[in-house]
């Protein structure tokens, strides 16, 4: 079979993670070229060019959205221009994958579905975990039920970034570590079980200069509970487990798998024998570029549309909303 024409992709800004993770997984992606960069300065764009010689610089966020030659859009932008952004690319014609959280309240989603459907373009939160074997194989099991019964989830993910000048610790750029990581002890919940939140049951939280530093949420889920932790001021640490009538799963590296720590999955039972695998030489980036241009070229279903988005941005919204009430004492 003939290789597919390429989708071309072009980037809004040269973002750190973007020059780090997701212009080197366009790069490296079967099907995908990485065309462009638009930003301020053609400087920021060299380090891109060194590894990608044929990215071209483009002077402007606009001047890329209109140029023909770009089918997709990847957007690493600061989370407050977050649907702006993506509106613009959609009403420009390209396909948009863009970064977590895809908007700051769940409502703002609402508008991107009616113009994802009124273009037909495709667009997504890059929720990359979706794409990894390993949940896969934690959805496998939970549906075969090989720990029985569901009863809790435990979920953990914390590092340390006390840099005031960054992004992620000011409020007016939607920072916060809820907003940053929660999508992923939430999001991955929803995703592994097929299950909807009925209410958030208690909240504990910390906040420094108007960003959640802590956040520790307890939902309730029809017949088991979620606990989430997330900090922007402890040691690193990524963690997931689901508990069961009959054994565990365990996670030790639920969502940089392959750098956090190694890639495996643990069924734990009940005589507390472990079923280990492990999944070896995945980069989860490169598995989402492909698969978002196989569902642009129809022929796979894209795992994580902007209503299963919006499902863990309303976990955000009343995370959130629990935590204000709890720091001011409400």
Known sequence: MANPTPIRWGILGAANFALGAMAPAIHA????ELVAVASSAAAKVAPFQAFSPATRYVESYEALLADPGIDAVYIPLPNHLHVEWAGKALRAGKHVLCEKPIAMKAAEIDDLIALRDETGKLISEAFMIVHHPQW??????LQD???????HVSAEFTYMNDDMGDIRNRPETGGGGLRDVGVYTFGSVRH?????PIRLAHTKAETVNGVDTYSY???DFDGFSLSSLVSTRMGRRQSLRFHGA?????????????LFAQSEVHLIRPDKTVLSERFNGMDQYVLQVEAFGAAIRGQAE??????KAKGTQAMIDDAIA?????VSGT
Do not use: C, H, Q, Y
């Not at 894209?302 to 209503?307: A, F, G, N, T, V």
């Not at 629990?322 to 709890?326: C, G, H, I, M, R």
């Open 29 to 32: 992606a079967r099907g995908a």
């Open 136 to 141: 896969a194989r934690v959805r496998a099991l």
């Open 145 to 151: 039920g090989a720990i029985g019964e569901l009863r």
């Open 192 to 196: 592994a079980t097929g299950a909807e």
């Open 217 to 219: 949420n307890v939902f």
């Open 246 to 258: 009959d054994g565990e799963i365990a996670l030790p590296s639920p969502f940089n798998p392959g």
């Open 302 to 307: 894209w795992p994580w549309p902007l209503e």
């Open 322 to 326: 629990s935590l204000d009430a709890a």
